[in-house]
């Protein structure tokens, strides 16, 4: 199994920016793609974000085109979160995944979760 945790959560005003790092660890050679979830109290968990540790591929949701950009480092088995122009609508718990399979990115059915970095917005 993969380990994955979460970082750089935090409070932000609206138009502000957070980068949130997850930092994998264990069978990480096996890794196909990382991604970023979030999800709000009493709301199903929401794609944000992901990326394929070999070529690089990125897909988004698109309530985040255009403002939020993930990136990985294969030699620090890290993925990065860069998130611009903050709304308060992006308040949520923030989970790194991590598949095997290659599957579509976007799809929930992940090997690995991390435990979630929380993201606040204020308005």
């Known amino acids: 199994q993969v380990q994955l945790v979460e970082s750089g959560g935090g409070l932000v005003q609206a138009g502000g920016s957070l980068r949130l790092s997850c930092a994998a660890s264990g069978r990480t050679a096996s890794m196909y793609g990382t991604a970023w979830f979030r999800q709000v109290p009493g709301k199903e968990r929401d794609f944000v974000a992901g990326?394929?540790?070999?070529?690089?591929?990125?897909y988004y949701a698109d309530s985040v085109k255009g403002r939020f950009t993930v990136t990985r480092d294969t030699a620090n088995k890290t993925v990065a979160l860069q998130m611009n122009s903050l709304k308060p609508e992006d308040t949520a718990v923030y989970y790194c995944?991590?598949?095997?399979?290659?599957?579509?990115?976007?799809?929930?059915?992940?090997?690995?979760w991390g435990n979630g970095t929380l993201v606040a917005v204020s308005s």
């Open positions: 995944a991590v598949r095997f399979d290659s599957g579509h990115l976007n799809r929930p059915d992940y090997d690995s």
């Open positions: 990326i394929t540790w070999n070529l690089g591929w990125t």
